[in-house]
């Protein structure tokens, strides 16, 4: 099987499972073409590690969101199901290994450390996704999944003491807003960012989003 067989095969497999507006194909798409960019301004980036580790990365995005417990987490199950998936399509071990590597470490709270340029590589495009106006457009689209209003009547403080609990997780995601989210997590992303040209993309949607929420704030206290 040639790798262009098995990257269709892929992308096949990840379109019947990822259902969720904020984390379908086109979602997978966007970071897999960020992984691209970026990978032009690294040294011996492996396309043949990177690609699959795009296309797969949120494969159990749907298991964690539809999980009451808390305990699944994506990117640790996204990691095993990939495992079985590559193993199918006669992918050599020591690739799905490196593969399962960037796919457990692409999200924040795993705890594990991207340590490879094509983990780390797609840490930077899957970050870069949510800021600037696709991540603007992502947060309004959970927040219309999860009926979220746009403000909360509390303060910031408040809120996170009565709605997250251990890990930044959150009680109630019908409590949470598109505001809140870019206060605590959305304006800090161009730091924890890896890859030079990550960081200035990131600066540039940055400035763009805050912008947008200064703009809304305004209106919301009919300022504007
Ligand atoms: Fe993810
Ligand atoms: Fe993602």
Known sequence: MNTEIKHKKIIEIVQDKLTCSAHNLDHVFRVYNLCLLLAKYEKD???????????LH???RVEESQDKTGEIDHAVLGSVIAEDILRNLEYEEDKIEKIKHCIITHRFRTGNEPNSIEAKILFDSDKLDVIGASGIARIFMLA??????????ETLNDYLKSNTVENGRLKDVSKHTPLIEYEVKLKKIPDKLYTQKAKEIGKERLNFMEKYFNRLKLEIDCMK
């Open 45 to 55: 980036v492996k396309l043949e590690i990177l690609i699959p580790s795009a296309l």
């Open 58 to 60: 949120d494969i159990a």
């Open 144 to 153: 219309g999944q999860f009926g979220q209003r746009l403000t909360v009547d």
